[in-house]
């Protein structure tokens, strides 16, 4: 081997070592996750006391184009058990389909029944969901405000349950944990589920038991609305307003309360539109929250523990750039093109052992990670995450290009729209979903992102395919996540072939129509 080899060789193990330790790092924050629940699980908060009167409550209900689910959620709203003269509804709509006219029907209807009931219009979307919030906030008439997402389906004592925790004047906020209605609709949803209660179930209640700061997760839970303009109000420079309005809120001493044991169901997207869409805003948020906000987290007179937790959290989106490098990095490795020389060598060092440790902590602590939430969340159940685990390590790799597009945006600082998760209403409201897929939401429009997925697809599906013609069955098992990328680019593409295909069948009828008239 010449030189240049030898240092081409040790240059691109270098890289591939360091990418693997980066998310080895947030494998063991999962590991860490796990061990903090264990020591923490039968820390669950109680309320100070109870109230002699109840408080007077605002519920706010913002939303976009959201005429599928409107009257499920007021139904559910408007069955919350509270005092009917204590408790205030805020519709906060901007549309700019036929919602609007829809909720100014069930206005009308439940003021009829006697309910203090408000659509409130705003013609454009200054803020998006963030200024809508803060223009409501400026009139609501309660001291607590109930957030709840359109999809949301809350259950009658929700704020018999909540609203106790705040006779402790430094509780600012009580978060409830998120369920999900149609968890078992396809594999998309069931995975999502099992990706959703790692979060919620672990990482939230640790947070909060283990003294760390957690945020709001956008819904299903109660703001005490003086502590949200302690904290400066609601601001619109991320896309990400709860996770940022919960970070200054902590910093100014407010506490949060997590109910891990209190569900509020909710829908899970169905399609991989809505799902990319969704973790597309998340992820990017999240970076912007970080670039905005982290500085200012390790100036502030906070535990380190608060601080450290709050860098993983805020950093760990960095992941899915990672994740890209890694899938460049490893290919001529697992095909023998770049091989390990000098104290990199295989034979009689170390190395067997550093490899088998990273990926230990980069796959097997996320595998433990989810087999407890799961536990947690299902107890008679979670033996199921055994059949999924494939679906979501695959699921998680076949995102990275989706993500990693969001991470560089917020970085460079591009804006976009806050495009909100396309909801369906199922929670048995009758919903014909082919009539409301193709009426009310549109899938990508671009087919940039499936596209490279598709390329990243083939590109590992090529390397799968020689790793059993040289009998590397090891690394074909490995590897056999990254064609996780078939899956999120055909259902894709799929999506957006058929919305093509429904747009030039409306077309047709359409013009039908206007040849007969």
């Excluded at 303009?229 to 420079?237: A, M, V």
């Excluded at 569900?263 to 399609?271: C, G, Q, R, Y």
Aim: aromatic share 14%; glycine share 6%; charged share 20%.
């Amino acid at each position: 081997m010449t030189s240049a080899e030898y240092w081409f060789n040790f240059i691109w193990l270098v890289a591939y070592f360091f990418v693997l330790i980066g998310m080895a790092g947030y494998g063991f924050h999962r590991l860490l996750m796990v061990l903090l629940y264990m020591k923490h699980r039968k820390n669950t908060p109680k309320p100070a006391g109870q109230w002699e009167e109840w408080p007077m409550v605002t519920v706010q209900l913002p939303m976009f184009n959201e005429k599928f689910v409107v009257e499920g959620l007021l139904r559910s709203v408007t069955a919350i058990d509270y005092p009917k003269d204590k408790l205030e509804i805020q519709i906060l709509d901007d549309s700019t389909d036929d919602t609007w006219d829809l909720c100014k029907q069930q206005v009308e209807l439940y003021k009829a029944r006697g309910f203090d009931i408000v659509c409130l219009h705003r013609e454009d979307r200054t803020g998006f969901k963030a200024g809508a919030l803060e223009a409501a906030n400026a009139v609501a008439k309660g001291d607590y405000l109930l957030i709840l997402d359109a999809d949301f389906r809350p259950e009658p004592d929700i704020l018999k349950v909540t609203i106790p925790y705040f006779t402790d004047p430094k509780v600012a906020l009580v978060q409830t944990r998120w369920g999900h209605i149609n968890r078992e609709k396809n594999l998309l949803t069931k995975v999502q589920s099992i990706f959703l209660d790692g979060h919620f179930a672990l990482e939230q209640t640790v947070r909060n038991r283990s003294g760390r700061f957690f945020t709001f997760n956008g819904t299903a839970g109660v703001w005490r609305k003086c502590a949200i303009e302690d904290g400066g109000g609601w601001e619109h420079d991320t896309i990400t307003e709860d996770m940022d309005l919960s970070y200054r809120v902590q910093m100014k001493g407010w506490n949060f309360i997590y109910l891990n044991d209190y569900v509020t169901p909710a829908e899970l997207p169905e399609d991989m539109d809505g799902f990319k869409a969704q973790q597309f805003r998340w992820t990017k948020g999240s970076i912007q929250v970080c670039q905005k906000m982290l500085f200012t987290i390790w100036k502030a007179k906070i535990p380190l523990k608060a601080k450290l937790e709050a860098t993983t959290h805020l950093t760990c989106n960095y992941s899915y750039l990672a994740l890209i490098f890694l899938c460049f990095l490893v290919a001529p490795i697992c095909m023998g093109a770049i091989k390990p020389t000098g104290v990199m060598a295989w034979d009689g060092s170390i190395m067997p052992w550093l490899v088998g440790l990273l990926i230990f902590f980069g796959t097997v602590t996320v595998c433990i990670f989810y087999f407890v939430a799961e536990g947690i969340v299902r107890p008679n159940r979670w033996k199921r995450v055994f059949y999924l685990i494939w679906p979501l390590l695959a699921l998680a790799v076949g995102m990275a290009v989706n993500n990693a597009k969001a991470v560089i945006e917020a970085v460079f600082g591009k804006p976009s729209e806050f495009v909100r998760t396309p909801k369906f209403g199922e929670s048995g409201e009758g919903q014909k979903s082919i009539e409301k897929r193709s009426s009310g939401y549109k899938a990508l429009k671009s087919v940039i992102v499936p596209v490279l997925e598709l390329m990243f697809g083939l590109y590992f599906g090529a390397l799968e395919v020689i790793m059993l013609i040289t009998g590397n069955f090891l690394t074909f098992i490995l590897m056999s996540p990254f064609l996780g990328f078939f899956y999120t680019s055909i259902s894709s593409l799929a999506r957006l072939a058929d919305a093509r295909r429904q747009r030039k069948r409306a077309e047709a009828e359409a013009a039908a129509a206007a040849t007969k008239s």
